[in-house]
T-cell receptor, first 112, second 113 residues
Framework: DAGITQSPRHKVTETGTPVTLRCHQT?????MYWYRQDPGHGLRLIHY???????DKGEVSDGYSVSRSKTEDFLLTLESATSSQTSVYFC???????????FGPGTRLTVL | GENVEQHPSTLSVQEGDSAVIKCTYS??????FPWYKQELGKRPQLIID?????GEKKDQRIAVTLNKTAKHFSLHITETQPEDSAVYFC????????????FGSGTRLQVQP
């Protein structure tokens, strides 16, 4: 597997609390992505980054924010978690010269 | 934006048979089409991909075909084995801009021994 880690791997939280998920890569890849996976929906793009401090929204960005202060780290924040954000979150990385993306191990988030 | 549809949602085959999964896409500018395999509780793993300048690509028992005119692409698995049982996702993206993948909704393949 590509050098991608996610933390935490599992988290249970309560509605209204802030949550931050971390994606860390050791590949020095330019592009990083956050997807969420829900039954019947495949994977859907939340936010992506095309460089340090360069981020943009995906299709399901409402309620989420991101930050990328270093090449290796891409943080996803749920400002005030809701039950609809219960999901499995995957980070992915991609190079500048190809379209190939590699996924991290995922974070299972449960919002009660 | 791009929309990718994937069929069937479930597929059951006997060991040794072939399996075919089909996807259609909407954006004619898409030019990269990967296939991922996801086992239960695991991350999606890239198994094969194809770019728009190629019509077919093969890697041992798996192959992908692309018809740009019709905007559809397919995954073919021959001589299926029980370890091929998983959920398979197709996706599409463009080589410009954000390069993010748009995924199909997945096909659960079950290979019966």
């Amino acid at each position: 597997d590509a050098g991608i880690t996610q933390s935490p791997r599992h988290k249970v939280t309560e509605t209204g609390t802030p949550v931050t998920l971390r994606c860390h890569q050791t590949e020095n890849h330019r592009y990083m992505y956050w997807y969420r996976q829900d039954p019947g929906h495949g994977l859907r793009l939340i936010h992506y980054s095309y460089g340090v401090k360069d981020t943009d929204k995906g299709e399901v960005s409402d309620g989420y924010s991101v930050s990328r202060s270093k090449t290796e780290d891409f943080l996803l924040t749920l400002e005030s978690a809701t039950s609809s954000q219960t999901s499995v979150y995957f980070c992915a990385i991609g190079t500048s010269d190809t379209d190939t993306q590699y996924f991290g191990p995922g974070t299972r988030l449960t919002v009660l | 934006g791009e929309n990718v549809e994937q069929h069937p949602s479930t597929l059951s085959v006997q060991e040794g048979d072939s399996a075919v999964i089909k996807c259609t896409y909407s954006d004619s500018a898409s030019n990269y089409f990967p296939w991922y395999k996801q086992e239960l509780g695991k991350r999606p793993q890239l198994i094969i991909d194809i770019r728009s300048n190629v019509g077919e690509k093969k890697d041992q028992r798996i192959a992908v075909t692309l018809n740009k005119t019709a905007k559809h692409f397919s995954l073919h698995i021959t001589e299926t084995q029980p370890e091929d049982s998983a959920v398979y996702f197709c996706a599409a993206s463009k080589a410009t801009g954000r390069r993010a993948l748009t995924f199909g909704s997945g096909t659960r393949l079950q290979v019966q021994p």
